[in-house]
């Protein structure tokens, strides 16, 4: 699998923005899926963003639609989340996760699952209101 390695949480006021990287030891297929994620102590993991191979198809929660932005450079090994007009709702840890995904017939292509084995340690982002 791939190492992955998050930055660029912080604190920030609401309505602010923060840039979160991954670093992704490589691009491969491995990486076919990746995404991030979030969760608070106590509460279910959720998944905020999450972009593929196919096209750069991007998917994002409700919640966050408008706000964040998935993005990759294969250049440089780097998964982003553009996170912007913060709310406090949006504190929490969060985490960038990696998958090779599975080859769908009903897709007629590799499609993401919900089961990603590839996960950095996290990195904490704290809104204010």
């Known amino acids: 699998l791939v190492q992955l390695v998050e930055s660029g949480g912080g604190s920030v006021q609401a309505g602010g923005s923060l840039r979160l990287s991954c670093a992704v030891s490589?691009?491969?297929?491995?990486?076919?899926?990746m995404a991030w994620f979030r969760q608070v102590p106590g509460k279910e993991r959720e998944g905020v963003a999450y972009?593929?191979?196919?096209?750069?198809?991007?998917t994002y929660a409700d919640s966050v639609k408008g706000r964040f932005t998935i993005s990759k450079d294969n250049a440089k090994n780097t998964l982003y989340l553009q996170m912007n007009n913060l709310k406090p709702e949006d504190t929490a840890m969060y985490y960038c996760a990696a998958d090779r995904g599975g080859w769908s017939e009903l897709a007629g292509r590799t499609v993401c699952y919900s089961i990603y084995h590839s996960w950095g340690q996290g990195t904490q982002v704290t809104v204010s209101s």
């Open positions: 490589e691009f491969n297929y491995h990486t076919y899926c």
């Open positions: 972009i593929d191979d196919n096209d750069a198809n991007t």
